[in-house]
């Protein structure tokens, strides 16, 4: 089972994710003859809080994604009315162990919303959408996290 | 708003859609209801097939909308 073994950082279990636009969408981008945009790593926070995926919207301006629809989000200050924010079809990958040369997990296709956390000095959730496929340790004394896929 | 058109086409065909398949992936392309699929994937695949690099709108289709729930805070973003 491919596994990544990491320290838990002050903001807590975090790591680097790399996201691109889809695959279906670099085919369709490909076959018109199009440049692909850059991947992009980012920094995200592992996150059993959070039902979605959600990424920093500046990251995914950047990376150039395209958005698929919306989604209702509640969030401790919504209150009773949810906040309507963005869904983008995107591509995720999380590098291995072995210096990242093999993938711990990748998404081919996949929503993330877009959300605002650059306030939070990270640029994404890693939500249980994604961890639905994992298993996650939080190992406090050690210090340490996780994940399998 | 993004895909404005495409909510709107929602909006109006949502009662047919919740009769033929509720729990589905809708695929809207402006006006039109091109498809409905088990998974997203299969809906954003065939979407690019279908439109290329046009925007569609791939949603699941239910009486009450999903939500999403964070336990941290966001800030709004644009839609």
Redesign the interface.
Known sequence: MPHVMLSNSSDGPVLEAVLWI?R??Q???L??G?VLPKAMRFRALV?T????T?VN?EVIDAVGL????????????TGNA?????VY?AQILVPGMQDGAVPLCHF????V?????S??SIDG?I?RDLLAHAVLIYHGPGVFFSLSY | MALEREQETYQRELARLLAEASGKYVLIHGNEVAGLYDTYQDAIREGYLKFKLEPFMVKRVAVTEQAQYITRDLAPCRT
């Open positions: 889809s279906p969408r085919e369709a981008m076959a018109a199009l996150d809080g959070a039902s979605c959600c919207q395209i958005q698929s629809g919306t989604t209702q989000i509640h969030t401790p200050s949810p906040a309507v924010c963005g079809d081919e296709s996949l929503p919303v877009a959300a605002n956390l306030s939070q959730l939500g």
